[in-house]
């Protein structure tokens, strides 16, 4: 599909630039896209030195060192519009940063490594000033790096984080049209995982898109919504549609909102920020327990916490006076708007429940009659 879009290459070194734009530094935060006129800015490659130091290069700086820039290492870039002469790196930042710092630390004379003489540093540093690349000239230019960088990474050996998996396959869904069975084979995802991820991040685009909380979304909050979307209790509190990928009831939703975001009042501490305490949020709504979510909500008792004391203040078994309190509670504070859509199978589940407890009507009867005749 782009093999007629590439194009071999040689390239002076210094011509090249790393992306500030690299697909891998999309996790941490919601961050500005650099202009193609700033990319060789030597503060935006500094930071992008800096990003690309913080994933790892130990790995490909010692294999560099060891055995050479080898033509198996070939990067792609593409040409920066507004810079002639310059290219940018779209697939092998790690690889073309690994060969700079090599490069810088021959000059300055800092390689550190036994074995290796004077004579080869140099012979590597010469070989290097020009290396060939692939040249990317296609039409989807800045966007490129996803592609190239996804298919190489979104199922191999060092995967991409979920979120930046969710990205790269919503821009394929909603961008380039393409069914959701397609792009799943063309990133070797199944359709399931396929699904989860356009799910969940459909559903952090709702939050970014929030009046309210916008600002606030984060994209390592993925995780959090993830969970929330595998959870049936908090996706039915949050009104999930599945036809238009978003959640409907806006207020349980910016309460969520507001569970996950720093909280200014209190020192920026936020109530949820591990998926495991969505389980014990799903517990407290699914079982009634106001209070416990208000205290939760005031910072005053942790998610996990609250289900502990939730669990041990729920009814046992054989106390039939909690168990019908919480049953007709549940059962009454139904909205109706909750019923609309599936009235005749809400009705078909009254039915069940008439039968039962009209049998347990029935049972007690019988112990009345029974201890009235002993009488």
């Given at each position: 599909m782009y093999m007629d879009q590439l194009t071999p290459q040689n390239i002076d070194v210094e011509d090249i630039m790393l992306d500030p734009n690299n697909p891998r530094f999309w996790t941490q935060v919601n961050r500005p896209i650099v202009a193609d006129k700033n990319i060789a800015d030597e503060k935006k490659q500094n930071r992008a030195r800096q990003e690309i130091d913080m994933h790892g290069i130990g790995d490909l700086y010692s294999s560099i060192l060891r055995n050479g820039y080898l033509l198996l290492d070939r990067i792609v870039v593409r040409p920066i519009s507004d810079v002639p002469g310059k290219y940018v790196v779209v697939e092998g930042n790690r690889r073309f940063r690994s060969l700079t710092k090599l490069r810088t630390d021959i000059k300055n004379d800092a390689v550190v490594a036994e074995d290796v003489d004077d004579a080869v540093l140099d012979h590597l540093l010469k070989a290097t000033n020009e290396i060939e690349v692939l040249v990317y000239n296609g039409s989807d230019g800045k966007d490129i790096s996803w592609m190239f960088q996804g298919i190489r990474h979104i199922s191999g050996i060092r995967q991409w984080d979920p979120?930046?998996?969710?990205?790269?396959?919503?821009?394929?869904?909603?961008?380039?049209?393409?069914?959701?069975?397609?792009v799943g084979q063309q990133f070797g995802l199944s359709a399931q995982a396929t699904g989860r991820l356009y799910r969940t991040y459909r559903a952090l685009l709702q939050m970014r898109d929030d009046e309210e909380f916008g600002s606030k979304a984060r994209n390592d909050y993925f995780s959090l919504f993830?969970?929330?979307?595998?959870?049936?209790?908090?996706?039915g509190w949050l009104e999930w549609d599945e036809s238009v990928k978003r959640f409907d009831n806006i207020d349980n939703l910016r309460r969520f909102y507001s569970w996950i975001s720093p909280d200014e009042e209190r020192e920026n501490s936020r109530r949820l920020h591990d998926p495991k305490q969505v389980k014990s949020l799903a517990y407290l709504i699914e079982n009634h327990h106001t209070e416990l979510l208000d205290d939760f909500e005031q910072h005053l008792i942790s998610a996990d916490e609250a289900k502990v004391k939730a669990t041990s203040e729920d009814p046992k078994p054989k106390d039939w006076r909690k168990i019908v309190a919480v049953a007709i509670s549940i059962l009454g504070d139904l909205p109706q708007s909750a019923l609309v859509d599936d009235a005749r199978d809400f009705l078909a589940e009254l039915d069940v429940m008439a039968e039962i407890i009209e049998q347990r009507r029935q049972m007690a009867q019988l112990s009345i009659d029974g201890m009235n005749k002993i009488r």
């Open positions: 979120a930046q998996r969710a990205k790269l396959v919503a821009e394929q869904i909603d961008g380039e049209h393409k069914k959701l069975g397609v993830e969970e929330a979307l595998r959870n049936n209790i908090i996706k």
